[in-house]
């Protein structure tokens, strides 16, 4: 069993910087797939970025590219969503997500691959 904590959400202003943590626990951490979705009321969990288990390539959606970055520190056992040049549509309630399964690059952004996930951490962005 697996439990991801999320943590750092809360109130930006529109250009400013958020860091977001996820703390994982109950398995080795490298071994896991890792994600960040978002989601607004009433639509589905979107795809933000991703961490590959073993080497950790990591991979974002277009919309969040050159500005949100992901990392993990195996050590802590906590990866990272880096969050720069925030704007109002960023803002929804984050969670963190991790698979046991090596994903394939194209099913990263499917939420239904990953088995684990966190209770959620609400970004808002304001101008």
């Known amino acids: 069993q697996v439990q991801l904590v999320e943590s750092g959400g809360g109130l930006a202003q529109v250009g400013g910087s958020l860091r977001l943590s996820c703390a994982a626990s109950?398995?080795?951490?490298?071994?896991?797939?890792q994600a960040w979705f978002r989601q607004l009321p009433g639509k589905e969990r979107e795809f933000v970025a991703g961490l590959k288990r073993g080497m950790g390539t990591t991979y974002a959606t277009d919309s969040v590219k050159g500005r949100f970055t992901v990392s993990r520190d195996n050590g802590k056992n906590t990866n990272y969503l880096h969050m720069l040049s925030l704007k109002p549509e960023d803002t929804a309630v984050y969670y963190c997500?991790?698979?046991?399964?090596?994903?394939?690059?194209?099913?990263?952004?499917?939420?239904?691959?990953?088995?684990?996930w966190g209770q959620g951490t609400q970004v808002t962005v304001s101008s």
């Open positions: 997500a991790a698979s046991t399964g090596g994903l394939i690059v194209s099913s990263l952004s499917d939420a239904s691959k990953y088995e684990y």
């Open positions: 109950g398995r080795t951490f490298s071994t896991l797939t």
